[in-house]
């Protein structure tokens, strides 16, 4: 998968200015290096990789699933299936939801087989994230109820 290929619409955007490219590319290969472990002596940090797709923040709901959010999910559930040390947590049901209906069986196969292995994990039980900076406990339960 290239970069170009991704595209669903074939648009050069980056959030609101599709004038410019992204900050970050990818490598060409599409390939990280993901078999480093812990280093005796140093600092080692543990990522944890997850979403936080805002519904209809800045833009709509549309224009961040089809121009961001639906290229996650792609990714993810591709990039897990081709290594099971890979690890993801999923936020916003909702946008899954939406990207769900539009796979075929193969891919929705594939996404439970993660699931049950661990390496997809849904948190949160929200159909969006609630707002982490300064909530108020009743509007966290009310919008994750």
């Not at 970069?3 to 200015?17: A, F, P, Q, S």
């Not at 923040?57 to 591709?78: H, L, P, S």
């Amino acid at each position: 998968w290239n970069w170009e290929e991704r595209k669903l619409t074939g648009k050069k955007y980056w959030r609101h200015d599709k004038t410019q490219e992204p900050p970050y590319r990818p490598p060409a290969n599409w390939i990280y290096n993901t078999s480093s472990g812990p280093v005796e002596g140093k600092i080692n940090v543990h990522l944890i990789p997850h979403t936080h797709d805002d519904t209809g923040w800045q833009v709509t709901v549309d224009q961040y699933f089809y121009e961001q959010v639906y290229y996650i999910i792609d990714n993810v559930v591709r990039r897990l299936s081709e290594d099971p040390n890979r690890r993801f947590m999923y936020v916003e049901t909702g946008f899954f939801a939406r990207w769900w209906q539009t796979q075929p069986e193969t891919v929705k196969n594939m996404t439970r087989k993660l699931v049950e292995n661990g390496q997809l994990e849904f948190i949160n039980g929200g159909w969006c994230m609630h707002d982490e900076a300064a909530p108020y406990y009743v509007e966290m339960v009310d919008q994750t109820t």
